[in-house]
């Protein structure tokens, strides 16, 4: 009964809140992208850093003639790691969740859960697909998100797990191989 009187809100006056909950995903998933773009450049600068000091060490090292031959077990204590952007993912999944990704998740939890739970004679797939299209997005982009959401929820009790159940169900409605993980390849016989 409720969720019909919903369903019935996003349907009413030409399905304006409908249009609105698109122009919300809309604006949350360009502020995410170009905060996604900020994030590499980071990840970048960080990379091109740790390289930087890398080559530093090693000049120091070629300087007083020794080789990292020479150096054998002893090299990971003398050159700092490689970059890797896991180091700093606590920060990274902050910063997304402050560039945009908030709203946009929950956005796209929405249009997931009006797509997928929507009774076949309503139109409200249509109309949000049709929404999406002239935003240059479509309710596979939704289903990502969803996707990369579920990956960061935590679920603890079993009313989250409900939860996480239903989101599951609602973006395979909308992308049945969101999901399917690519074949491993067979191993070479000798």
Request: proline share 6%.
């Amino acid at each position: 009964m409720y969720y019909r009187r919903l369903l019935h809100k996003f349907q009413e006056d030409d399905y304006a809140k409908t249009e609105r909950l698109c122009e919300i995903w809309e604006a949350s998933e360009k502020m995410y992208e170009e905060g996604n773009k900020k994030i590499d450049e980071i990840i970048e600068q960080r990379v091109d850093q740790r390289q930087k000091q890398i080559d530093a060490t090693l000049l120091v090292l070629k300087k007083k003639g020794i080789t990292v031959e020479q150096l054998g077990n002893r090299v990971d204590d003398v050159l700092p790691p490689p970059y890797d952007p896991l180091e700093d993912e606590e920060e990274f999944l902050e910063m997304r969740s402050k560039l945009g990704f908030f709203p946009l998740s929950y956005s796209a939890v929405c249009i997931a859960l009006l797509c997928a739970t929507a009774p076949a004679d309503s139109l409200i797939k249509e109309k949000i697909t049709s929404l999406l299209e002239m935003q240059n997005s479509s309710l596979l982009n939704v289903a990502a998100i969803i996707d990369e959401f579920l990956g960061q929820m935590q679920v603890e009790t079993k009313e989250e797990e409900v939860i996480r159940d239903k989101l599951v169900e609602a973006a395979l409605a909308l992308d049945p191989h969101l999901f399917d993980k690519p074949e491993p390849e067979p191993e070479p016989t000798a």
